[in-house]
């Protein structure tokens, strides 16, 4: 295998869109040619890709190799260190690599479907499929198959571009660089898969504020001529089923099952808020009339997701007695046969005293956050619950239930401990990561993984829907603070509730940043 000496135009060139690769495939497929499709990231080019695609090459006339573009990327910070164009111009460059595609997709699927490829080129490292942590080799496979092709395995040494990008280019900030060195050649990659697999069998009783967030993008046109008042042009919207739908859905790639106890609004949106859950998430929603589920709008710049400002759509008033007693009594037949229960505490008029009394007495285990927002700035501090196994909240909240802005973190979680009976605590603090505390095992800080933020809604309910049931299956809080660090910093890179956060995806980032 050699390098065009063409130069760049030759290089890119041989960068084509989808619909072109499958007109120019089928072409050569007529014609008697053998097409070839190897699929993957390719960020780092090395030895390692160079056997690989030498060997495709000899399976057929024609290589077409597929690279996932940048935002389908999940290899954790600061990855792809390439751009797509600069990945797809390296590859183009070889003269055994006849087209580049870049994927608009998660996955090779759409791209095989597509393509129809004779033959679909994988590393050795997928040839067990077992062994695929994303589970999508199968997938593959039976896509190539339909397509009346068949899928080899190159039978190389593997090397991989996240290891060497790990070892030899310094894509993370100081902290966090130190940090993951100090944990490569560990056990700590083993240490989260068990911790994942320890809460497969868990099912979660999760009882939260209903709130669906939605995003008014506009574009600010300046300053009104006859008012004091900021323009703006509409140009879309999105909703989203957020609150406590939200956490069960991240919840729920995790765990056998997850059961919701909420209340909605009589304003027609059930129907969408079950459209939304994920099919292992049972809804128990108590509706009450003449009331708005609660809708937070907020008018977003869409170039950079900049959020102008938002508004409120809701009655945060205490429920009816009746009502009340209807949640309550949910919670007390629910809890008893789940193995926790995690409370997502919006403190929008879902949990009253009586609820947290529910809770004490019925729940095996409880998670519990108590979140402080501009509808309820000071009055629902996390030390309304009187125990609980485990508190996640962030450093503001903290200071706001200790009523002390100013004494050092350790020593506010430390009191906050006693103060509700809880022996353990995570406190996430935004651009420095988390700090743990366990009675028994002290403090433990993890850095923040990412720096890169497009959205910041929702990354805390993320980080508490994930480790709550690793803490309640006794996974040590270092681990649980790596494996919500990992998922706040995915949660971090999403708009809105697009996506929730899977297994998958985070084995994914947590074994890119530990190659």
């Known amino acids: 295998m050699t390098v065009s000496n063409d130069g760049a135009g030759a290089a890119t060139s041989k960068l084509v869109g989808i619909d072109e690769a499958a007109r120019l495939a089928d072409s050569h497929k007529a014609a008697g040619r053998r097409v070839v499709l ?4 390719f960020d780092l080019l090395h030895i390692g890709h160079l056997r690989h695609l030498k060997l495709a090459r000899r ?107 790990n070892q030899f280019m310094d894509i993370h900030d100081p902290p966090l660089q130190d940090y993951l060195n100090r944990l490569r050649g560990t056990q700590r990659l083993g240490d989260v898969l068990a911790a994942l697999d320890k809460v497969a069998d868990c099912r979660v009783l999760l009882v939260g504020d209903a709130i669906l967030d939605e995003y008014d993008y506009v574009q600010p046109m300046g ?34 099952g997850v059961d919701v106890v909420t209340c909605i609004g009589d304003d027609g949106y059930e129907d969408f808020i079950r459209s939304s859950l994920k099919p292992n998430v049972t809804l128990h929603a108590v509706r009450r009339p003449e009331t708005p589920t609660t809708r937070k709008s907020r008018f977003v710049e869409p170039a950079y997701v900049r959020k102008l400002f938002e508004v409120y759509h809701f009655d945060d008033a205490p429920l009816s007695e009746s009502l009340q007693a209807e949640v309550d009594g949910l919670v007390a037949r629910l809890a008893p046969e789940r193995d926790l229960v995690v409370v997502a505490d919006f403190g929008h008029g879902l949990i009253s005293a009586s609820t947290i009394e529910t809770f004490q007495r019925h729940a095996r285990f409880l998670a519990v956050n108590a979140q402080s927002n501009s509808a309820n700035q000071g009055f629902n501090l996390v030390t309304k619950y009187g125990r609980a196994d485990y508190i996640c909240v962030d450093r503001p909240e903290v200071q706001l239930a200790m009523a ?86 995915m949660k971090v890179g999403i708009v809105g509730h697009r996506q929730a956060i899977d297994k998958v995806r985070l084995i994914k980032y947590v074994t890119a940043l530990l190659k």
């Open 404 to 489: 002390d802005r100013w004494s050092p973190l350790d020593q506010l979680m430390r009191r906050l401990s006693e103060r509700v009976a809880c022996g353990r605590i995570m406190v996430t603090t935004g651009r420095d990561g988390c700090i743990s505390f366990d009675r028994e095992t002290g403090f433990n800080q993890i850095p923040a993984f990412t720096r890169s933020v497009v959205d910041t809604v929702g990354a805390g309910d993320a980080f508490l829907s994930v480790t709550s049931p690793l803490v309640a299956r006794g996974v040590p809080l270092d681990v649980v603070g790596f494996v919500g660090n990992a998922a706040g910093a």
């Open 38 to 41: 190897a699929h993957g990231v």
């Open 223 to 256: 300053k009104s001529p006859k008012e004091n008042m900021i323009a703006t042009r509409f140009t879309g919207r999105e909703i989203f089923a957020g609150g406590v739908f939200a956490a069960a859905n991240h919840i729920a790639s995790f765990c056998r």
């Open 59 to 165: 399976e057929g006339d024609v290589l077409i190799v597929s690279i996932t573009a940048d935002r389908f990327v999940n290899k954790g910070p600061g990855r792809p260190v390439f751009p797509e164009q600069v990945r797809a111009e390296m590859l183009g460059a070889l003269d055994t690599v006849s087209l580049v595609v870049i994927s608009e997709a998660p996955t090779a699927v759409p791209m095989i479907e597509s393509l129809r490829p004779d033959v679909y080129i994988k590393g050795a490292e997928y040839a067990e499929a077992e062994q695929d942590v994303t589970g999508k080799i199968v997938d593959e496979r039976l896509a190539v198959e339909r397509g009346g092709g068949r899928i080899v395995f190159t039978d190389d040494v593997v090397h991989s571009s996240s290891a060497l990008i």
